[in-house]
T-cell receptor, first 115, second 113 residues
């Protein structure tokens, strides 16, 4: 069965500084990988996904993520954080083959960008 | 205006009552999903459906039931058998189950008194 780990429940960063939200995964074979963001009392919004190809994936709102197969990681990054980036971030994984190909989500990381 | 709607936004029910949460999408997506979100636990899959008149149990299906009579609609019933139903419920849809990004509704917060 696939699993996702987001090792940090909370990440704090100053506005204008780079941010990283960490994600590692376990899945059989090559994965599909996703990042979503959730604002308070709202549904999740899709940020970006890795399907194949370039290991650096660019997404919405200036976010990007780097797929590292050897480290089974898919960390979310942004060069310069904004206060409005403060939200709950979820990493998700799905295997490409097999009977259980629905998404499995991590437990989430609360990002706070300090002004 | 395409998207997913969930109603109601807030729902209060007495213990022992069944309650049905609505989810409608006009994105023409084949796949639909129900998740439960509890603090610190992320999202857990309750049920999903790949096509009309077909659905599969997720990781925490006990105490829940669904139907998929129309492509646009995927209602979730929280039955009295669900031991701890108070939670935030999210509906989502995607073009396909495999590899497709999911689009989420705004959620329904269910409180059982």
């Amino acid at each position: 069965a696939q699993s996702v780990a987001q090792p940090e429940d909370q990440v704090n960063v100053a506005e204008g500084n780079p941010l990283t939200v960490k994600c590692t995964y376990s899945v059989s074979g090559n994965p599909y990988l996703f990042w979503y963001v959730q604002y308070p009392n709202r549904g999740l919004q899709f940020l970006l996904k890795y399907i194949t190809g370039d290991n650096l994936v660019k997404g919405s709102y200036g976010f990007e993520a780097e797929f590292n197969k050897s480290q089974t990681s898919f960390h979310l990054k942004k060069p310069s954080a904004l206060v409005s980036d403060s939200a709950l971030y979820f990493c998700a994984v799905s295997p490409r083959v097999g009977s259980a190909r629905q998404l499995t989500f991590g437990s989430g990381t609360q990002l706070t960008v300090l002004p | 205006d395409g998207g997913i709607t969930q109603s109601p936004k807030y729902l209060f029910r007495k213990e022992g009552q069944n309650v049905t949460l609505s989810c409608e999408q006009n994105l023409n997506h084949d796949a639909m999903y129900w998740y439960r979100q509890d603090p610190g636990q992320g999202l857990r899959l309750i049920y999903y459906s790949q096509i009309v008149n077909d659905f599969q149990k997720g990781d925490i299906a006990e105490g829940y039931s669904v139907s998929r009579e129309k492509k646009e609609s995927f209602p979730l019933t929280v039955t009295s058998a669900q031991k701890n139903p108070t939670a935030f419920y999210l509906c989502a849809s995607s073009r396909t189950v495999v590899g497709g990004e999911q689009f989420f509704g705004p959620g329904t917060r269910l409180t059982v008194l």
